[in-house]
């Protein structure tokens, strides 16, 4: 269909506790409610003349991985910060329409490092959920995997060495262990999805994407005057939608 309906748990009350033989046992309740939402689409095209396309059989394919790549490049921005109407809906829009938990300590001042890890935190108390990732800007994990301690030893390891306070070297062929990006044992997606200064926990089980259908890649000569000016239109596009089913399992920082 053209829509997702699903339900979505909002503030949930435990009952549970030791009961008696014979005893009533408790009743726990979940504030569940129903939403809808929209499938929506994510497209662009590009033109190119019939010469470069016979001329370079590899065009094609390179310019069919460049447009998906633009896809996927706003696909991942609609589903952190999404606005709705044309756009999914993402986790964190403008106006916090999905209600997901806000942590403003960071504004104040103190070490970005800091400010994350007590987000991190309160969502275990809030949420009762294990965050399992964060989101962050570039420009701010720059900031924290730069840190240094009084002697100019970097605490998340340097280029050429192995773990804060270790301070073996490692073979120059070789990588830092762990290179994932990580902070607090959690892992990091680094993307310009999120803006500077803010930054994004969450819980992978607590929402989920729906595709109807992947990726399509398509050309044409017949759009506009492209036949009479030997030009080739070629589009990509893919249909989603975006279900957050606990909203509380999402944290927004503000660090800045």
Same mark, same amino acid.
């Given at each position: 269909?053209?829509?997702?309906?699903?339900?979505?748990?909002?503030?949930?009350?435990?009952?549970?506790?030791?009961?008696?033989?014979?005893?009533?046992?408790?009743?726990?309740?979940?504030?569940?409610?129903?939403?809808?939402?929209?499938?929506?689409?994510?497209?662009?095209?590009?033109?190119?003349?019939?010469?470069?396309?016979?001329?370079?059989?590899?065009?094609?394919?390179?310019?069919?991985?460049?447009?998906?790549? !633009?896809?996927?490049?706003?696909?991942?921005? =609609?589903?952190?910060?999404?606005?709705?109407?044309?756009?999914?809906?993402?986790?964190?829009?403008?106006?916090?329409?999905?209600?997901?938990?806000? @942590?403003?300590?960071?504004?104040?001042?103190?070490?970005?490092?800091?400010?994350?890890?007590? +987000?991190?935190?309160?969502?275990?108390?809030?949420?009762?959920?294990?965050?399992?990732?964060?989101?962050?800007?570039?420009?701010? @994990?720059?900031? %924290?995997?730069?840190?240094?301690?009084? +002697?100019?030893?970097? !605490?998340?390891?340097?280029?050429?060495?192995?773990?804060?306070?270790?301070?073996?070297?490692?073979?120059?062929?070789? =990588?830092?262990?762990?290179?994932?990006?990580?902070?607090?044992?959690?892992?990091?997606? *680094?993307?310009?999805?999120?803006?500077?200064?803010?930054?994004?926990?969450?819980?992978?089980?607590?929402?989920?994407?729906? #595709?109807?259908?992947?990726?399509?890649?398509?050309?044409?000569?017949?759009?506009?005057?492209? !036949?009479?000016?030997?030009? *080739?239109?070629?589009?990509?596009?893919? #249909?989603?939608? %975006? +279900?957050? @089913?606990?909203?509380?399992? !999402?944290?927004?920082?503000?660090?800045?």
């Amino acid at each position: 269909t053209n829509s997702l309906r699903y339900v979505v748990e909002g503030t949930g009350v435990y009952g549970a506790a030791r009961v008696a033989v014979g005893g009533s046992k408790p009743q726990s309740t979940l504030g569940l409610t129903t939403t809808d939402e929209p499938v929506k689409k994510i497209a662009t095209t590009l033109k190119l003349s019939d010469e470069m396309l016979e001329d370079a059989s590899q065009v094609r394919s390179y310019i069919d991985g460049r447009l998906a790549l !633009f896809v996927n490049i706003e696909e991942e921005r =609609q589903l952190v910060v999404g606005a709705g109407t044309d756009e999914i809906v993402g986790i964190k829009p403008s106006g916090n329409t999905r209600s997901i938990n806000i @942590y403003a300590g960071g504004t104040a001042a103190g070490d970005k490092s800091v400010q994350l890890f007590k +987000a991190l935190n309160g969502q275990r108390g809030s949420a009762l959920l294990e965050p399992d990732f964060v989101v962050m800007n570039p420009s701010d @994990y720059q900031d %924290l995997r730069l840190l240094t301690d009084t +002697a100019g030893q970097y !605490f998340a390891g340097g280029p050429f060495q192995g773990p804060y306070g270790n301070g073996s070297n490692l073979p120059a062929s070789g =990588q830092v262990n762990q290179a994932t990006d990580y902070i607090w044992q959690k892992p990091v997606v *680094v993307t310009t999805a999120v803006g500077a200064g803010t930054a994004l926990i969450g819980t992978r089980s607590a929402a989920q994407v729906w #595709r109807k259908g992947g990726l399509t890649v398509e050309a044409t000569n017949a759009n506009e005057d492209d !036949f009479l000016k030997n030009l *080739v239109t070629i589009r990509a596009e893919k #249909r989603l939608a %975006l +279900a957050v @089913y606990r909203p509380t399992a !999402f944290t927004e920082v503000r660090l800045a």
